[in-house]
């Protein structure tokens, strides 16, 4: 899912009907979902983890969709995550994780 839009500001009038002026676009956002599995080389909680450092710092990143980057760059705006499979330890075998992106500036 992509979503963007409008700064508009109101002006408002004396006896006259409000004027409205574009003030520039907002930051485009991307929200998706990732599932990941410890049988295809991708463990789990160590995504979780990296996503949550990403976040508590700030880092601005390239989105890579297949061999295309999309935009400049990104930050994760949130995020939320579901262990869903387990090993016979507890141990997370896979997530779904929620990701929605926001443009970072400049």
């Known amino acids: 899912k992509i979503s963007g839009g409008a700064n508009i500001a109101t002006h408002a009038r004396h006896n006259q009907t409000a004027l409205s002026e574009f003030t520039g676009a907002t930051s485009e956002n991307i929200s998706f979902t990732v599932k990941t599995y410890r049988q295809l080389g991708v463990e789990p909680s160590d995504e979780i983890n990296l996503i949550r450092e990403y976040v508590r710092t700030g880092t601005a990143l390239k ?26 330890n507890g141990t997370p075998t896979s997530a779904i994780i929620n990701l929605t992106l926001t443009e970072a500036g400049g």
Do not use: M, P
């Not at 989105?63 to 016979?88: H, Q």
């Open 63 to 88: 989105f890579v969709l297949g061999k295309k980057v999309i935009g400049k760059r990104w930050l994760i705006k949130s995020w939320n995550a579901t262990e869903d499979d387990f090993d016979k």
